[in-house]
């Protein structure tokens, strides 16, 4: 019953702190000139994007925990330990500042900036099938990061690597639900 009660002042106290610093800044708006709103604009949609990915980090991390929970509940099947190996050798870290994601792939490490790993979480969770999904990214890194084709040598669409980056993608993004 503690535990709940301080956890109920907490988001008081939270409220309040939002409140007190929403009334500063209604009160310095009127104040600041085009670029000084401007500033802020961007500096708020920047941190809203930064809430969202830690947000995406979040689910991430107990969808994995869940996922990893109905493996050892399932046991391992073939497909999934097939599945698992085509993923070794390829993850993505973000940097300690946000602005930046490495891709870790086996021979290489290829660095995508904040809008490009956006850029890529769009296409992989956009609609459509497999294949056009794989068509999407392939015609992307095509037109965008061409030096990736020197780290993973693709041919086309068809490429089963394009298959394993999307699903890398996919699992470290993951959209909450």
């Not at 604009?41 to 869940?66: F, S």
């Amino acid at each position: 019953m503690a535990k709940k009660s301080s956890t109920v002042k907490k988001a008081g106290a939270k409220d309040a702190q939002r409140e007190m610093l929403a009334k500063e800044l209604k009160g310095i708006i009127p104040k600041l000139d085009a670029e000084g709103l401007a500033f802020l604009v961007e500096q708020g949609k920047i941190h809203l994007y930064n809430m969202q990915v830690n947000e995406l980090n979040r689910a991430a991390i107990e969808a994995d925990a869940a996922s990893a929970s109905e493996r050892s509940m399932a046991g391992k099947s073939k497909a999934g330990a097939k599945q698992k190996s085509a993923r070794e050798g390829y993850s993505i870290a973000g940097t300690e500042s946000g602005s930046s994601y490495y891709l870790n792939c086996p021979n290489d490490e290829i660095m995508f900036s904040k809008s490009e790993m956006i850029h890529l979480v769009k296409i992989v969770n956009g609609k459509g099938t497999d294949l056009e999904i794989r068509e999407r990214l392939y015609n992307w890194f095509d037109r965008e990061r061409r030096d990736i084709f020197s780290a993973i040598p693709m041919a086309n669409k068809f490429d089963d690597r394009l298959k394993t980056l999307a699903a890398v993608i996919k699992k470290s993004f993951r959209s909450p639900k």
